[in-house]
């Protein structure tokens, strides 16, 4: 099984932080993770509340589509693109919601959702209890184990 996705432990570690940082505990977070083309490693983070203020008010998640102007500059300026989203749920249930499975972030056969639990609230260097789900296209989703391999946690 190839690595779908590459994550250096520092990053993750960094990234599960700041998560943490923006939800306050008490409110979901996310972000999405971007690689270069032809990469399946994680060079760069974009937080939704950077792309809209207001979208962890409700305590959801609730990301406006005009966030997405913001995104692809970056993408093309940076000459990146979207490989997964990541947020967090308040307790250690990472299964998705009814809107997590309807309402993907970006509806790519291929794109890859993390979940996170109990709001990052523990630091860590692994991917233990965190949700991995690929989007397979038309609305359907593949789950797979933290153990898979799908995801790896790099230390380069
Ligand atoms: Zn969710």
């Keep these: ?11 993750w570690f960094n990234l599960t932080r700041e998560l943490h940082r923006r939800g306050r505990n008490k409110r979901e977070s996310g972000a999405f993770l ?9 060079v760069r983070a974009v937080y939704y509340d950077d792309l809209d203020p207001n979208c962890l008010e409700r305590g959801y998640i609730h990301f406006n589509g005009a966030g ?21 749920h308040p307790t250690t249930w990472t299964d998705q919601s009814e809107s997590d499975e309807a309402n993907p972030m970006i509806a790519q056969k291929g794109h890859m959702a993390l979940i996170i639990p109990n709001y ?5 260097f692994s991917l233990r209890g965190v949700g991995i789900f690929e989007y397979l296209g038309d609305g359907q989703w593949r789950q ?3 153990r898979s391999g799908i995801v790896s946690l790099t230390c380069l």
Excluded: Y
């Design 1 to 11: 099984m190839a690595a779908k996705i590459e994550i250096n432990h520092i990053f």
């Design 34 to 42: 971007l690689g270069r083309e032809e990469s399946t490693r994680i």
């Design 68 to 88: 997405f102007v913001p995104l692809w500059k970056i993408c093309q300026d940076e000459k990146l693109r979207v490989i997964a989203d990541v947020h967090t």
């Design 120 to 124: 990052a609230h523990r630091l860590r």
């Design 144 to 146: 797979w184990t933290s």
